[in-house]
Structures are given as structure tokens and as C-alpha cells.
DNA sequence: ATATTTAGTTAGCCTAGCTAACTAATTCTA
DNA sequence: TAGAATTAGTTAGCTAGGCTAACTAAATAT
């Protein structure tokens, strides 16, 4: 285990066992889990491991970026990042380069085989997803596009 | 990168970009990896880490379980379990026994202890989103409900 | 009776987390 | 405006968790 960090103590009023909506988390929680892990095999094709892949994903459609925002946004520390990065770099996948507006920092920046390898990859992972879900009745599929919008919802905010 | 494990060449042929399944199932991950995401914070209080949880909790509903068999619900390789059940017994939260059937075999269960924690934990995790969840409509709640489901059918034959 | 397979462990390597300690640049303040 | 404090990023060194290879011991197959 990774050394903790220290937390704002976060500690929301958790719902009683009894709640309905403790049993639909609990099920929900469940879900995703199992979703993720049955996506998992699909990322090892694209031959970058899961932390390398949410970066590079961050750093594609979230523009050039500093090293800290990436951090911030990976929920790391920066010297895991500024490793990381060094790795994309050095795969050709991503490039630094320094910012005008403030010396002591940098910005990173997909290169076009970078964009290609995530949309490779996420053609995959979504492509057997997606297969299932073609399968569907259209309003169970509806179901389940609304059900991940309800989700965002209640994450973003967090 | 952990070295890449042999795949049983599983490429299903993959949904194109343009169809309802591939939206939907772009959408779908994404919500996925943001809801475990929030929820991480809430494991950190446990002590254990994610790999450590994820396999407590096998064996404690798993009932006493072969390591070869949580090697396989973990996606993992023998030696991996081996180390992290031994921390797991370190700890106090699991217990090995040799297999009376076959004396190469070695079953685990956990320990008082260890169910305690790991119930601790979920109520936790789960207690945070489950309270967003109170805050929601009955009808968005219940309609989580049942994509919860749909999702652990489309991912449990996989 | 011996050879093969199977269950699990040990050894040794790599990636990805972390903290601590550092440099360089920026910003604040007396 | 000189000096102090803060901020951005890196480097060094540690731990946990993944892997393969190589091993022991037991079970099974020839």
C-alpha cells in the first residue's frame, strides 16, 4: 500500500444499511467494478499499462497541460507524474515543452501517435462494449445511456 | 507495465464508432472509472489497499478458497496471491489451512477480523454514495437499479 | 516404477505509488 | 527594491504489487 494521504477528513453522513439507496449503491458499486474489470483485457493490447493510458487520455483531450493539473487530475502525486510523462515522452507518445508565460513550468502535449494509440485503444475497449450492448433491446440501451449521464451527475460534483 | 499476459486471442468483432451500442458504451465506461474514482477516498480509511481489499473480499464471501482459485478471481498470477495472502495472514485477517483432500493444496478464510473490516469498509464506500442516492427522485433511483443489474448481465457471461 | 502434471512458494526484476530534499522561478512584503 | 516565502517541477530512495523463471512436494498418468 501505497503511504496514505492525508484527507480533508471527508466523512459525509453514510446512509444506514437500511436505505434504498444503500442497497442500489451497493449494486451500482458492484457493477462498475465488474464493468471495469471485464474492459481490462482489451487495454492490454494497446501494450500501455492502465495508468499510462489514463494520462495519455488526460493529456489528449485535455490539451497542453501542466505537469501539476496533470497530477491533480490523475489523483497522484507529482513525481509519479513527472516519471510517467518522462516515459510517455520517451515512447514518443507525448512532448514537453517549456511555457512562455512562466519559466519554472511546462506543458505536455499529445504527439499525433500518441492520439492515434488512445483511439486505437478506446475503439477496442468500447468496440466489445458496445457490441453487447447493440444486442440490447434499444430501450434497455436507453436505460443504460441515461443511467450514465444520472452517474456523472452525481460524481462530477463531488 | 506488467508483462503483458497471453490472451486468448479474445478480439470479439468490435462495434463500429457510428452505433447506439458504441455511444452508449463509451458513456457507460467513462461513468464507470469516474464512480470508482469518487468512491477510492472512502477505501484509503480502510488501511488496506486496493489489491488488498479486492481479495478480502473473495475470501471472505468466497468461503474458504484455494489460492490457485483467488489467483484466478483476481486476475492475477499465483506468486502475486501467494505474497499478498501472506500480508493479508500477517495482518491478521486471513488464516491458510492445509487442503485435507490434497495435501499440495492450501485453503483460505478470513478471519473475525477480517469480515469486520471488510464490512467496515463497505459501508464506508458505499454509505457516501448511497446517500447521494437518497437525495435523488425515486424514479432516477430505482431506474439506477435496474442498469445496475442489466450491467452485471452483460459482463457476467463475458 | 517412473514420468508428467498440478499447487504453491521463492527469487529476482519492473512499474507505479509515496515522502523528502533539492533547484529555479515567481510573488509577496517590510 | 532586497530578501523571504511560495510554487513548479525534478531527483533520490523507499514500499507494494505485478510479472517470469525456477524450484519442491504431491497427485496422477503411462
Known amino acids: 500500500m501505497p503511504a496514505p494521504r492525508r484527507q480533508a477528513a471527508a466523512a459525509a453522513a453514510p ?3 437500511r436505505t434504498p439507496g444503500f442497497a442500489t449503491a451497493d449494486r451500482l458499486h458492484s457493477a462498475a467494478i465488474h464493468l471495469l474489470r471485464s474492459l481490462r483485457v482489451e487495454d492490454r493490447a494497446s501494450g500501455l499499462s492502465a495508468p ?3 494520462a495519455l487520455s ?3 483531450f485535455g490539451g497542453p497541460i ?3 493539473a496533470l497530477a491533480a487530475a490523475e489523483q497522484v502525486r507529482p513525481p509519479t507524474i513527472s516519471r510517467l510523462v518522462a516515459e510517455l ?3 514518443g507518445l507525448v512532448e514537453r515543452d517549456p511555457d512562455p508565460a512562466d519559466r519554472r513550468g511546462v506543458k505536455v502535449r499529445a504527439t499525433a501517435k500518441g492520439r492515434q494509440l488512445l ?3 478506446r475503439r477496442r475497449r468500447v468496440g466489445r462494449l458496445g457490441a453487447a450492448l ?3 433491446p434499444p430501450r434497455e440501451r436507453k436505460l443504460l445511456a441515461r443511467a450514465a449521464v444520472l452517474i456523472e451527475a452525481l ?4
Open 134 to 136: 447493440e444486442a440490447l
Open 119 to 121: 483511439e486505437e485503444g
Open 58 to 60: 488526460v493529456i489528449v
Open 52 to 54: 499510462r493510458l489514463s
Open 89 to 91: 515522452e520517451r515512447l
Open 66 to 68: 501542466a505537469m501539476s
Open 155 to 158: 460524481v462530477r460534483p463531488a
Open 15 to 17: 446512509a444506514s444499511p
